[in-house]
């Protein structure tokens, strides 16, 4: 059984940085696809950016492109999201997600991004 255990959320403020840690327990971590999502309130989640197992980055999405970076550590089993130059407007719980077709799909239980000054 695979669990994912975010950190690294919190309040900061505007043109500030975060790096959130998402924690992968569990066998096979690097053949998963690994991805950052969020969700503001009374909006749908969103895809950020996600990795393969081969650890080459997909896509970011438009709003994150040239300020998130994601990476991923397959010896820790841990992937990262580096966010630069923060924006109130990305203030949302960020949920890590694994996916691999033979070993299942799962969620963490998120972690809270405030951006106020």
């Known amino acids: 059984q695979v669990q994912l255990v975010e950190s690294g959320g919190g309040l900061v403020q505007p043109r500030g940085s975060l790096r959130l840690s998402c924690a992968f327990s569990?066998?096979?971590?690097?053949?998963?696809?690994m991805s950052w999502h969020r969700q503001a309130p009374g909006k749908e989640r969103e895809l950020l950016v996600e990795?393969?197992?081969?650890?080459?980055?997909?896509d970011y999405a438009d709003s994150v492109k040239g300020r998130f970076t994601m990476s991923r550590d397959n010896a820790s089993k841990t992937v990262y999201l580096q966010m630069n130059s923060l924006k109130p407007e990305d203030t949302a719980v960020y949920f890590c997600?694994?996916?691999?077709?033979?070993?299942?799909?799962?969620w963490g239980q998120g972690t809270q991004v405030i951006v106020s000054s």
């Open positions: 997600h694994a996916n691999w077709p033979y070993g299942g799909d799962y």
């Open positions: 569990g066998f096979s971590f690097s053949y998963y696809t």
């Open positions: 990795m393969s197992d081969v650890a080459v980055t997909i």
